[in-house]
């Protein structure tokens, strides 16, 4: 089945440090990809998607691309600020089973001043 | 417009009792999701539902879980005979139509306790 496989945190980092998060999947066929952040205290939200390969999704200066023939979506982001301390999400969404989405463990990301 | 919300945000129970979990989705999506998050893991999917119905239940741990919903509108998950190890936070999301590039929006989720 489908299975999402995610960078192992927590990861604490100084402002303006670049970050990666690393995210790869396993699915058939040609699933859409995503970002989910949640940050303290508040519920999950969209941070940026994918929907084929090559694509690349972005949104407040993060970033990640579609890459199929490594099944990867990596975020990144060249310079953290402290608001972007949250748990980070990578998740896909197949077009066989189009209702299940299915999640990474998520990425606890702190950033210090 | 309005998110998604649920109901209640918190809920202690003791073991054996039975829990109903509520979210109203937003309005005019057709496609809703119920997902359980535990302490320090992801998020393991549940049940989603098209309209009424629920082609999915693939994610539902035991028969003492089920959910319906009516009215294409609010979802009731319900928990029979509550154990321990049902201690979570149950999210509920919807779609627009259920399909596979759709953003999925997030209700606040209600923090489930089984003492």
């Known amino acids: 089945g489908d299975s999402v496989t995610q960078m192992e945190g927590p990861v604490t980092l100084s402002e303006e440090a670049f970050l990666t998060i690393n995210c790869t999947y396993t699915?058939?066929?040609?699933?859409?990809l995503f970002w989910y952040v949640q940050y303290p205290g508040e519920g999950l939200q969209l941070l940026l998607k994918a929907t084929k390969a090559d694509d690349k999704g972005s949104n407040k200066g993060f970033e990640a691309t579609y890459r199929k023939e490594t099944t990867s979506f990596h975020l990144e982001k060249g310079s953290v600020q402290v608001s972007d301390s949250a748990v980070y999400f990578c998740a896909l969404k197949g077009n066989t089973n189009a209702g299940k989405s299915t999640f990474g463990d998520g990425t606890t990301l702190t950033v210090k001043p | 417009g309005a998110g998604v919300s649920q109901s209640p945000s918190n809920k202690v129970t003791e073991k054996g009792k039975d829990v109903e979990l509520r979210c109203d989705p937003i309005?005019?999506?057709?496609?809703l999701y119920w997902y359980r998050q535990s302490l320090g893991q992801g998020l393991e999917f549940l049940i989603y539902?098209?309209?009424?119905?629920?082609?999915?239940k693939s994610g539902l741990p035991s028969d003492r879980f089920s959910a319906e919903r009516t009215g294409g509108s609010v979802s009731t998950l319900t928990i029979q005979r509550t154990q321990q190890e049902d201690s979570a936070v149950y999210l509920c999301a919807s779609s627009l139509m259920g399909q596979g590039e759709e953003t999925q929006y997030f209700g606040p989720g209600t923090r489930l306790l089984v003492l």
């Open positions: 539902f098209q309209g009424n119905s629920a082609p999915d």
């Open positions: 309005s005019g999506h057709t496609a």
């Open positions: 699915a058939t066929g040609y699933p859409s």
